[in-house]
């Protein structure tokens, strides 16, 4: 949508569109923008680098870096803080997140935690953020810490539209 500048550039045999920004790009109604970006124009995949923030609709996702595979419609947050932000507030922070742009779903493992609008913590090693249904689910592991209530099970789901908690299994 919006560079500074674009470059054609070739290294070791691949050619890749270099974007210095602030640069915007817009896919599947999701804007993704970064500081810079390498687009390899073989393989389709975009490195995203500095200040990487993808918006759709009410979800905002931030980290450093990504690598968004558009073939899959696939944006890979990997090793530094994602943050992801629903339209009610609610803030999952983890290292390791997967965000399909087409279906609007985002995979989380390796450890996440959220903290609620209300304050409220819910952690867990695995889960996904559904962003059309409205809800988080937590899977392995999963602790929630309320002012006066500390609970364990492995496998709850957020329902942020009605604000209500599902435990599902071994609570």
């Known amino acids: 949508v919006e560079a500074v500048s674009a470059h054609l550039i070739e290294e070791d045999g691949v050619s890749y569109r270099k974007i210095i920004g602030p640069a915007t790009f817009l896919h599947n109604n999701t804007y993704l923008k970064c500081d810079t970006a ?26 450093d870096r990504i690598e968004y595979v558009i073939a899959e419609d696939l944006a ?6 994602v943050e992801l932000m629903d339209r009610d507030g609610n803030v999952l922070n983890t290292n390791y997140l997967n965000y399909n742009t087409k279906d609007s779903v985002a995979t989380f493992f390796s450890g996440a935690s959220m903290r609620g609008k209300d304050g409220n913590i819910i952690e867990s090693v695995n889960g ?38 599902v435990f599902n299994e071994n609570t």
């Open 128 to 165: 996904t953020y559904d962003s059309k249904a409205k809800r988080f689910s937590f899977e392995d592991n999963v602790q929630i810490f309320t002012d006066s209530v500390f609970i364990v099970s492995t496998q709850v789901d957020y329902h942020t539209d009605r604000d209500v908690v």
């Open 76 to 81: 890979k947050f990997r090793g530094s803080l």
């Open 38 to 63: 390498l687009w390899n124009v073989n393989t389709n995949i975009i490195d995203a680098i500095g200040n990487v923030e993808i918006l759709q609709e009410n979800t905002s996702l931030t980290s």
